[in-house]
């Protein structure tokens, strides 16, 4: 089983202020991890995925975000925020292996104000 | 460039009506998924399809079917559509790999009301 949890439903920054979206998930296999980021009447465009070879990983514009084992968290973080940042993000959990069942958490929509 | 295609943005059906969602890939894509998304619940998994005729449910498949004749065509269909299933419905494609961190490419979504 696998699950994913987002702590925020929505997050409000100043433009220019860094940004923290977090994440924590549970899966009973060595799972994948994903940010997706949604803008308004736009399709769900992957911005950045976890892969073993290394715990921070750097998506697109300039967002990371850091896979915590002991903490099982994935938080999405992004030094300073653009007005073009508002948007839906998704924190999305995968299993390796089977039939990669894809889990997404509910959302976090980020306000940017200028 | 991966393309998952889906073959309405927007539809409008009356309640009872047996309403048809396509989804093709042109990537060759084993696994093929269907969600909708409500505000504030995120995207709640349908049905997914790991191969041809083959078909999984999801979290919420109750009230839906799908079909998956070709490899790479993913049908979503509402026997009996209610006014409860209206709502976005997004269209997902991946690679099946047992080692590789792939990640899920999505169609552009399709609102449906149902009225």
């Known amino acids: 089983a696998q699950s994913v949890t987002q702590l925020d439903s929505h997050v409000s920054v100043s433009e220019g202020t860094p940004v923290l979206l977090r994440c924590n998930y549970s899966?009973?296999?060595?799972?994948?991890l994903f940010w997706y980021v949604q803008h308004p009447n736009k399709g769900l465009q992957l911005l950045l995925k976890?892969?073993?070879?290394?715990?921070l990983v750097k998506g697109i514009n300039g967002f990371e975000a850091e896979f915590k084992k002991s903490e099982t968290s994935f938080h999405l973080t992004k030094p300073s925020a653009h007005m073009s940042d508002a948007a839906e993000y998704f924190c999305?959990?995968?299993?390796?292996?089977?039939?990669?069942?894809?889990?997404f958490g509910t959302g976090t929509k980020l306000q940017v104000i200028p | 460039d991966v393309k998952v295609t889906q073959s309405s943005r927007y539809l409008v059906k009356r309640t009872g009506e047996k309403v048809f969602l396509e989804c093709v890939q042109d990537?060759?894509?084993?696994?093929m998924f269907w969600y909708r998304q409500d505000p504030g619940l995120g995207l709640r998994l349908i049905y997914f399809?790991?191969?041809?005729?083959?078909?999984e449910k999801g979290d919420i498949p109750e009230g839906y079917s799908v079909s998956r004749e070709k490899k790479e065509r993913f049908s979503l269909i509402l026997e009996s559509a209610s006014t409860n299933q209206t709502s976005m419905y997004l269209c997902?494609?991946?690679?099946?790999?047992?080692?590789?961190?792939?990640?899920?490419?999505f169609g552009q979504g399709t609102r449906l009301t149902v009225v």
């Open positions: 399809s790991y191969d041809v005729k083959m078909k």
């Open positions: 997902a494609s991946s690679l099946r790999g047992s080692l590789e961190h792939t990640e899920a490419f």
């Open positions: 899966s009973s296999y060595s799972p994948s």
């Open positions: 976890y892969t073993s070879a290394a715990t």
């Open positions: 990537m060759d894509h084993e696994n």
């Open positions: 999305v959990v995968t299993q390796t292996g089977g039939y990669q069942k894809v889990t």
